[in-house]
C-alpha cells in the first residue's frame, strides 16, 4: 500500500473537496482521499480492537482450521505489501525459509501451547521476502510479517534466523491476545514478550535444552562488518548489556530507561525469563513457557507494566503447578534478579 | 538551501542509523511530500504492527529548525534510503 496520498493535510484535501471551481469528479477525489487520512490514523487501534473482539468468540471459530496456510509473497525490492505471490515451484531460498519456518512456528505454538495461529482460529500466516532495498529490518504490520534482505554488510537476510521469524509471529499473538501497546512498560514487554517466544521456538525447534541454548536473538542475521567488530548477535538474554550485543540493553529495573525504545527495555524482562527458566530447569518450553504464555492469553491488559505481568505469572505458576514449587520459586528468582519485586 | 537532518529509530534491530539530504537534490514530489509533513497541526500517528522504523526529520534553514516524528510508511524512499547505521 503506498501512502503517499495521506501526506497531504485533511484540512487542504477538505478544502478542495468544497472548491466549487473545481470539476465536480476532482472535489469527489479529494473528499475520498482526506476520508481517507482518518481510517489511516486509526488503523493502528482498529488492529488491535479487531484483534481483541476475536477473543469472545475464539471458542467457536477454532475448529475452522486445523492449521494456518503459511503463503509468501515476494516484494522485489518494492515496499508495497504483500508483493507478487511466490509459486508453491519458486527456488527462492528466502521464500522457502520464511514459509517453512513460519509454518514451523505455528506447529511450536500448537504442540507446546495448544494455539492455533496468531488468532487461535487458524488465521493464514503471510510471509513478503525481499522488501525493501538492502532492508535492514523485519516487522509485523498488524496483518502479516514482512523480512528484508539487509545490506549484505551489517546485515544480512532477515529470514536467517529463526528466532527472528519466532519474533515477528509473536507480535501477532500478542496483538490478538494481551493488546500491548508500543510505548513504555508495555512496549518493553511487548518486545520482550517476541524475544522470549523466539528464543523459545528456536530451542524447541534446536531439541536444547535451557543450558544448552545460547539465548542469543539475531544471530543468524549479523553480516560480516558486525562480526569483524566483536558483534555476535543483537540481543542476548543471558547478558543484555553484553559488549558482543550490537544493541545492548539494561540488564535490570535499576537501568530502566524512561521513555526508551521497546527494543531498549526490554531487556529487563527478556533476562528475567532468562534467570526464570534457567532456575526451573529443562525445556524451556514446557514450563517457564507455560506460565508465561498463560499471563499472556489471561486478557487484554495494552498499558501493562512490568509488575502486573509479574503479578500474571506468579498466578500462573501457582495455578498451573501447585505441585511442584520450583518453578514459583524461579519465576520469583527471575523478577527478584531484574528488579521487578 | 535547506538541509534535512533525519534520524532513525526503531525497527527490529533497534540500531540507529542517521543521514542528511540537501532540499535541492530532492524530486519535485518528494520537497512537495516533505513540505506537507511540515504543513501539519499533528503529528502523524505510528505505523501499525510493530518493529516499524520511525525517523526524526529536522529541517534546518535560516529562519530556524522545525523538527518531527515521521512514520516510515509517511517518509520519502529518497530521504529513508538516506539514512546510514554506525556500528558503535
Redesign the interface.
Known amino acids: 500500500?503506498t501512502?503517499?496520498c495521506?501526506?497531504?493535510?485533511k484540512?487542504?484535501l477538505d478544502r478542495f473537496a468544497a472548491d466549487a471551481s473545481l470539476p465536480a469528479d476532482s472535489r469527489e477525489a479529494f473528499a475520498a482521499t482526506a476520508s481517507l487520512e482518518t481510517v489511516?490514523?486509526t488503523?493502528?487501534s482498529a488492529?488491535t480492537e479487531a484483534s481483541q473482539s476475536r477473543l469472545a468468540i475464539a471458542p467457536i471459530v477454532t475448529t475452522l482450521a486445523a492449521a494456518p496456510a503459511t503463503p509468501v509473497f515476494d516484494c522485489n525490492s518494492s515496499?508495497s505489501l504483500p508483493g507478487t505471490a511466490l509459486p508453491s515451484t519458486s527456488t527462492d531460498a528466502t521464500g522457502k525459509r520464511a514459509g517453512g519456518e513460519a509454518a514451523a512456528v505455528a506447529q511450536f505454538y500448537k504442540d507446546c501451547f495448544g494455539r492455533n495461529s496468531v488468532d487461535n482460529a487458524g488465521k493464514t500466516l503471510v510471509s513478503s521476502i525481499h522488501y525493501g532495498?538492502k532492508y535492514?529490518?523485519?516487522?509485523?504490520?498488524?496483518?502479516q510479517m514482512a523480512y528484508g534482505d539487509g545490506d549484505g554488510n551489517?546485515?544480512i537476510d532477515?529470514t536467517l534466523s529463526n528466532d527472528?521469524i519466532g519474533?515477528?509471529l509473536t507480535?501477532g499473538v500478542?496483538q490478538y491476545t494481551l493488546g500491548l501497546g508500543?510505548t513504555n512498560q508495555a512496549g518493553a514487554l511487548?518486545?520482550a514478550i517476541?524475544d522470549v517466544f523466539g528464543t523459545m521456538f528456536r530451542q524447541w525447534q534446536g531439541g536444547q535444552a535451557v543450558t544448552a541454548a545460547d539465548w542469543l536473538i539475531?544471530s543468524g542475521i549479523m553480516g560480516p562488518?558486525?562480526k569483524a567488530?566483536g558483534?555476535n548477535c543483537?540481543r542476548d538474554m543471558a547478558h543484555p548489556d553484553a559488549g558482543h550485543c550490537?544493541?545492548a540493553q539494561p540488564a535490570d529495573f535499576a537501568h530502566y530507561v524512561p521513555g526508551g525504545?521497546p527494543?531498549?527495555n526490554s531487556g529487563i524482562p527478556n533476562r528475567a525469563f532468562y534467570l526464570m527458566a534457567m532456575a526451573i530447569g529443562g525445556n524451556s518450553w514446557e514450563k517457564t513457557g507455560k506460565v508465561w504464555y498463560a499471563a499472556l492469553t489471561a486478557g487484554s491488559s495494552p498499558k501493562m507494566s512490568f509488575k502486573a505481568f509479574a503479578k500474571r505469572t506468579r498466578a500462573a505458576a501457582k495455578q498451573l503447578f501447585p505441585a511442584d514449587p520450583t518453578v514459583l520459586a524461579g519465576v520469583n528468582a527471575g523478577w527478584k534478579g531484574v528488579g521487578v519485586a | 538551501m535547506d538541509r534535512l537532518k533525519i534520524e532513525r529509530?526503531?525497527?527490529?534491530?533497534?540500531?540507529p542509523?542517521r543521514g542528511e539530504v540537501e532540499t535541492a537534490s530532492l524530486s519535485a514530489?518528494d520537497l512537495a511530500?516533505v513540505e506537507?509533513?511540515f504543513?501539519?497541526?499533528t503529528p502523524?500517528?505510528?505505523?501499525?504492527?510493530?518493529?516499524?522504523?520511525i525517523f526524526s526529520l529536522s529541517r534546518h534553514r535560516e529562519s530556524g529548525v522545525q523538527t518531527m516524528d515521521v512514520p516510515e510508511?509517511?517518509l520519502?524512499?529518497a530521504l529513508a534510503?538516506a539514512v546510514k547505521?554506525e556500528?558503535?
Open positions: 500500500m501512502c503517499s495521506f501526506i497531504v493535510p484540512s487542504v489511516w490514523r488503523l493502528r488492529h515496499t532495498a535492514n529490518n523485519a516487522f509485523w504490520n498488524g496483518s551489517i546485515f532477515f527472528v519474533h515477528e507480535h500478542t508500543y511487548n518486545e517476541s539475531g562488518a558486525a567488530k558483534y543483537l550490537l544493541s525504545d527494543h531498549v | 529509530r526503531g525497527g527490529f534491530t533497534g540500531l542509523a514530489a511530500s506537507a509533513l504543513r501539519r497541526k502523524p500517528p505510528p505505523s501499525p504492527g510493530a518493529d516499524r522504523f510508511h509517511l520519502p524512499a534510503g547505521e556500528l558503535p
